[in-house]
């Protein structure tokens, strides 16, 4: 029998899928200052940080950016915050920082469901690259 994994490999896994995500269907584009790379080059970087699970997987709170922004300028978040407030105008930008400061904890049917969802997107997008 199948050992059950934990909540933690889970959101691993999803934390995986998801930046995979992010970065294939991104334009190969910084979102933060522009630069120009292939896609997977990029990295999946979170505006409100990891750690606030209730934005953690929110694509609305997902871009892809280059690893000296989301590295090195820890998310560059001003111009983040400034790009965000472009995209979005103010009353969606105000939901997703509320968003972020409210508590999620997941179960592991969710994080299951998102797994297979996710992956399922990912193989879609893979496909169409070919």
Same mark, same amino acid.
């Given at each position: 029998?199948?050992?059950?994994?934990?909540?933690?490999?889970?959101?691993?896994?999803?934390?995986?899928?998801?930046?995979?995500?992010?970065?294939?269907?991104?334009?190969?584009?910084?979102?933060?200052?522009?630069? @120009? *790379?292939?896609?997977?080059?990029? !990295?999946?970087?979170?505006?409100?940080?990891? $750690?606030?699970?209730?934005?953690?997987?929110? =694509?609305?709170?997902?871009?892809?950016?280059?690893?000296?922004?989301?590295?090195?300028?820890?998310?560059?978040?001003?111009?983040?915050?400034?790009?965000?407030?472009?995209?979005?105008?103010?009353?969606?930008?105000?939901?997703?920082? @509320? *968003?972020?400061?409210?508590?999620? !904890?997941?179960?592991?049917?969710?994080?299951? $469901?998102?797994?297979?969802?996710?992956?399922? =997107?990912?193989?879609?997008?893979?496909?169409?690259?070919?």
């Amino acid at each position: 029998m199948k050992k059950k994994k934990t909540v933690s490999q889970l959101k691993k896994e999803l934390d995986k899928l998801v930046s995979r995500f992010v970065r294939l269907s991104g334009q190969g584009i910084c979102y933060t200052c522009g630069l @120009k *790379r292939e896609k997977l080059e990029l !990295q999946c970087g979170h505006f409100i940080s990891r $750690a606030h699970s209730a934005t953690r997987y929110d =694509l609305d709170n997902l871009r892809t950016q280059c690893v000296n922004c989301n590295v090195w300028r820890r998310g560059n978040t001003a111009f983040f915050a400034a790009n965000l407030l472009k995209e979005y105008g103010t009353e969606r930008f105000d939901a997703l920082i @509320k *968003r972020g400061r409210s508590f999620k !904890q997941f179960t592991t049917r969710e994080l299951e $469901a998102e797994i297979k969802r996710y992956s399922q =997107l990912v193989k879609e997008l893979e496909k169409n690259m070919i």
